[in-house]
């Protein structure tokens, strides 16, 4: 329950005298009004300031004799977490914090441009590995989400530039990130942090499969380990936010060969070696289901049905159709899972991703021989009346749910 629902809520609520106007100001007082906005105002503010400096700096940076260029940086970094800490102490925790970011974004432009000086940066990574290792340290010493997402950011923008300048793969800011991060998020789950760490984590096991050069698939094997990790968490909302973008990432896969499928002209780059691909997913699936079955998920392991490996079929049409099965067999299966459990959010994202899979199918299927005038009407009323099929299902779904809640 938020504070926005029970100022809308609660007026009728007292209306029809289901509590006074006494209990509803003490609910209101239970939900204090959000004050993210504001808070986030501070960390914006800092940003701004540290791009202002680092421009004027750097317009002027060639000019600047070495000592006063160091003493800048030094005085500058130094500055900015002796004034975060002050207002940290001083109870002004947004300022606080973001004075410390200030101090993070600083101290990586000051490696950036003593690595300059020296002419370093363009063969060595370490400096910037420093920075994300600073970053992660000053996560846990201020225990602040901001700092966990800019360390998540630090570490992608670090192994970004090693593969994409240097040629290489740090396994090292890997792991670290990984393990560091990871653990962060496992002693204290939180929603936000785990979407943006399972992003990140995506991010640095794709630049691995560029890297490797290895077929694009085996991307799949990495994110699932991701997923697998949010079936070991014990806080469900936690859990499910770092499962949340490998599901949408194979889901967006399976989407487009279903759509693409048909070209069959980048087959070659889907298929590794069929026992090899399979060892390695069968493994993370059967520690997947070894934790949902030990956390009472078990239900959960019709997301696996992504992952069906229907690209192993021949190019071209059967390719497309086998992408369309393994996604309807996924919405299909998502919908049951919803309706079963009466979860409002997640009817609605299965019925818009079932609509969505019809859609394509229906796209896919007709649009070569059929008469483009017919085409349209079809499609229309197909969607149309699946629509409100769905719909209607989810009405008497959460209908259903209200009528079994008992009166209070």
């Keep these: 329950m938020s504070r926005k629902f029970l100022e809308t809520e609660s007026p009728t609520w007292v209306e029809k005298g289901i509590i006074t106007a006494e209990q509803q100001e003490r609910l209101l007082g239970l939900y204090p009004p959000d004050e993210k906005a504001i808070g986030l105002l501070p960390l914006l503010g800092s940003l701004l300031v540290g791009l202002s400096a680092l421009s004027l700096v750097a317009a002027n940076w060639q000019g600047l004799p070495e000592t006063l260029r160091l003493g800048i940086l030094l005085s500058s970094l130094a500055g900015s977490y002796a004034a975060g800490e002050h207002f940290l102490r001083r109870g002004n925790y947004s300022l606080g914090i973001g004075l410390v970011g200030l101090g993070l974004i600083l101290f990586g432009s ?3 441009l003593v690595s300059q000086m020296y002419q370093l940066i363009g063969y060595d990574v370490t400096g910037l590995v420093a920075w994300a290792v600073a970053a992660t340290g000053l996560t846990y010493l201020y225990r602040s989400r901001a700092l966990f997402l800019m360390t998540v ?3 992608c923008i670090v192994q970004g530039y090693n593969t994409g300048q240097l040629g ?9 990130t990984a393990l560091s991060l990871g653990y962060y998020w496992w002693r204290n789950p939180d929603s936000l942090i785990g979407t943006v760490l399972s992003v990140g984590l995506l991010w640095q096991a794709g630049l691995l499969v560029s890297f490797l050069h290895i077929k694009i698939t085996w991307f799949f094997v990495g994110a699932m380990l991701i997923y697998t990790l949010g079936d070991w968490q014990t806080d469900r909302p936690a859990g499910r936010s770092m499962q949340g973008p490998p599901i949408a990432a194979a889901f967006l896969f399976m989407l487009g060969l279903a759509i ?6 980048y087959t070659d780059m889907l298929r590794p070696p069929l026992l090899a691909y399979l060892a390695a997913l069968g493994a993370v699936f059967a520690l997947s289901l070894v934790a949902k079955r030990k956390r009472g998920r078990l239900g959960g392991a019709t997301d696996w049905l992504l992952l069906l490996p229907g690209f192993y079929l021949p190019g071209g ?3 497309a159709i086998a992408a369309l099965i393994v996604l309807y067999a996924y919405t299909g299966t998502l919908l049951w899972r919803a309706h079963q459990e009466q979860n409002p959010d997640r ?3 299965g019925t818009v991703l079932f609509i ?11 649009w070569g021989f059929m008469d483009k005038s017919l085409f349209f009407l079809l499609g229309g009323i197909l969607l149309l009346g699946l629509s409100w099929y769905l719909q209607r299902r989810a009405a008497q779904t959460l209908a259903s749910e209200s009528t079994d809640k008992p009166a209070r």
């Design 356 to 366: 969505l899979t019809t859609a394509v199918a229906y796209f896919k299927l007709t």
């Design 168 to 176: 290489a793969f740090s396994y090292a800011t890997a792991a670290f």
């Design 260 to 265: 693409f499928g048909e070209a069959g002209s």
């Design 317 to 319: 049409l059967p390719l």
């Design 347 to 349: 009817v609605t994202l």
């Design 153 to 155: 950011v630090i570490s």
């Design 110 to 112: 000051a490696i950036i």
